[in-house]
T-cell receptor
Framework: KAGVTQTPRYLIKTRGQQVTLSCSPI?????VSWYQQTPGQGLQFLFE???????NKGNFPGRFSGRQFSNSRSEMNVSTLELGDSALYLC??????????????FGPGTRLLVL | KNEVEQSPQNLTAQEGEFITINCSYS?????LHWLQQHPGGGIVSLFM?????KKHGRLIATINIQEKHSSLHITASHPRDSAVYIC????????????WGAGTKLIIKP
């Protein structure tokens, strides 16, 4: 079974631009979660989608948004990029029965650099 | 004080040694995760615990809900176990928080 895939793997943007990241979960998984990882803040939860609906959200500004499609693929969008948005963005999928009460499988991440 | 504390921050050991990484938390939780992050960023979820003990291969995770403490043990450690091990706790149900520890960097020398 193929694992979680994320595209692109690397991205360079400038301040003020917007970016869209994509995540394809493991086949059969219906939950997709997004995380931001930075050296200073560690791993921070962004949001979780299940059956095309945002089920949970972390403490990030509205510039960070996401969506999930009927095939469970998910996209994350960051608008008006700031330097501090430079980070590794990780996506994780799970079967989706109960949030976090099951194993989450992480993708390799998208490394975003904002200049 | 952080709500999730891991110790030690760094750990270097010889191949074959028994490894223990600790996680203490100060909030009520519904579940605790142990994850492994290898150089390069890939993260693997190792265990999800809400009580008791779980074992997978050479890895054992325990949790004591009353003492708000969890441990991750590695038996017969191997250089390929070198990674950052992260403890994360789930707090709440809807609009939950996922609170992460800072991680323990483990190096196993051959």
């Amino acid at each position: 079974k193929a694992g979680v895939t994320q595209t692109p793997r690397y991205l360079i943007k400038t301040r003020g631009q917007q970016v869209t990241l994509s995540c394809s979960p493991i086949s059969g998984h219906r939950s997709v979660s997004w995380y931001q990882q930075t050296p200073g803040q560690g791993l921070q939860f962004l949001f979780e989608y299940f059956s095309e609906t945002q089920r949970n959200k972390g403490n990030f500004p509205g510039r960070f948004s996401g969506r999930q499609f009927s095939n469970s693929r998910s996209e994350m969008n960051v608008s008006t990029l700031e330097l501090g948005d430079s980070a590794l963005y990780l996506c994780a999928s799970s079967l989706g029965g109960t949030t976090l009460q099951e194993t989450q499988y992480f993708g390799p991440g998208t490394r975003l650099l904002v200049l | 004080k952080n709500e999730v504390e891991q110790s030690p921050q760094n750990l270097t050991a010889q191949e074959g040694e028994f490894i223990t990484i600790n996680c203490s938390y100060s909030v009520g939780i519904s579940a605790l995760h142990w994850l492994q992050q290898h150089p390069g960023g890939g993260i693997v979820s190792l265990f999800m615990l809400s009580s008791g003990k779980k074992k997978h291969g050479r890895l054992i995770a325990t949790i004591n809900i009353q003492e708000k403490h969890s441990s991750l043990h590695i038996t017969a450690s191997h250089p390929r176990d070198s990674a950052v091990y992260i403890c994360a706790v789930k707090r709440g149900t809807s609009n939950y928080q996922l609170i992460w520890g800072a991680g323990t960097k483990l190096i196993i020398k051959p």
